[in-house]
C-alpha cells in the first residue's frame, strides 16, 4: 500500500508567476486536502475534494484552485503568485469526505516565492 | 470559530523522562482530534487518531487522551528518547466538512 506522494518537493517561482503542485491520494482514499504552513505555523486548511468535487473551502482567495482527477489524484494551482504564497504545501487523503478515519499527510512542496 | 492552542509552543528535557503535550479547543462540537509528528521540513505523520466518542487512544509508548466537555486533549510520552525529538502537532475534525484545524505545535527536544 503506497503513501500520499507530492511533487515536486522543492519549487522557485517568480512573483506574478503560476504554479502547479500535485499529490497521489493514498490507495483506497477518496479525499484529498490541500494545506498551506507558513515557517513556525500550524497548517492551515486550502481546500477538500470529494470524488472530484470540491466540499470545502478555507479562507483563501480564487487564485487558488484545485482539481481531483477520476483516479483521486489531485493538483493545486496557484495564480499570480506573490511573496506570502512562499510555504509548505501538504496533501492530505482520506477515506471518506469527513475525516472520519483521519488524514494521511504527504511529505509537501516546499515552494519559495521570489 | 474554532481555535486550537497548544502549550507550551517549547519543551527540552532529558532522555528517559515521562512528558506530557497539552492541546486545548474552543468549540467542543468536534468529530475528533488527531496527534500529528512533524520533523523539520517535512510532511506529518500521524500517532493517533481519537473519535469523539472515545477518551483515550494508546500506541506503543504514546497515550492520548480527550475530554470534549473541557475543551482538551494530552499527549503522553513514556520514557522520552532522543528519536522523539520533533515538532508535535494536534489537529481537530470539523464535523460534516473533515477539515482540520490545527494548533501551532509544540517542539520537543530530547537530550541524550
Known amino acids: 500500500e503506497t503513501g500520499v506522494t507530492q511533487s515536486p518537493t522543492h519549487l522557485i517561482k517568480t512573483r506574478g508567476q503560476q504554479v502547479t503542485l500535485r499529490c497521489s491520494s493514498q490507495s483506497g482514499h477518496n479525499t484529498v486536502s490541500w494545506y498551506q504552513q507558513a515557517l513556525g505555523q500550524g497548517p492551515q486548511f486550502i481546500f477538500q475534494?470529494?470524488?472530484?468535487?470540491?466540499?470545502g473551502r478555507g479562507n483563501f482567495p480564487p487564485r487558488f484552485s484545485g482539481l481531483q482527477f477520476p483516479n483521486y489524484s489531485s493538483e493545486l494551482n496557484v495564480n499570480a503568485l506573490e511573496l506570502d504564497d512562499s510555504a509548505l504545501y501538504l496533501c492530505?487523503?482520506?477515506?471518506?469526505?469527513?475525516?472520519?478515519?483521519?488524514?494521511?499527510f504527504g511529505s509537501g512542496t516546499r515552494l519559495t516565492v521570489v | 470559530k474554532q481555535e486550537v492552542t497548544q502549550i507550551p509552543a517549547a519543551l527540552s528535557v532529558p532522555e528517559g523522562e515521562n512528558l506530557v503535550l497539552n492541546c486545548s479547543f474552543t468549540d467542543s462540537a468536534i468529530y475528533n482530534l488527531q496527534w500529528f509528528r512533524q520533523d523539520p521540513g517535512k510532511g506529518l505523520t500521524s500517532l493517533l487518531l481519537i473519535q469523539s466518542s472515545q477518551r483515550e487512544q494508546t500506541s506503543g509508548r504514546l497515550n492520548a487522551s480527550l475530554d470534549k466537555s473541557s475543551g482538551r486533549s494530552t499527549l503522553y510520552i513514556a520514557a522520552s528518547q532522543p528519536g522523539d525529538s520533533a515538532t508535535y502537532l494536534c489537529a481537530v475534525g470539523a464535523r460534516y466538512t473533515g477539515k482540520l484545524i490545527f494548533g501551532q505545535g509544540t517542539t520537543l527536544q530530547v537530550k541524550p
Open positions: 475534494y470529494y470524488r472530484e468535487e470540491e466540499n
Open positions: 492530505a487523503s482520506s477515506l471518506a469526505g469527513t475525516g472520519r478515519y483521519g488524514y494521511t
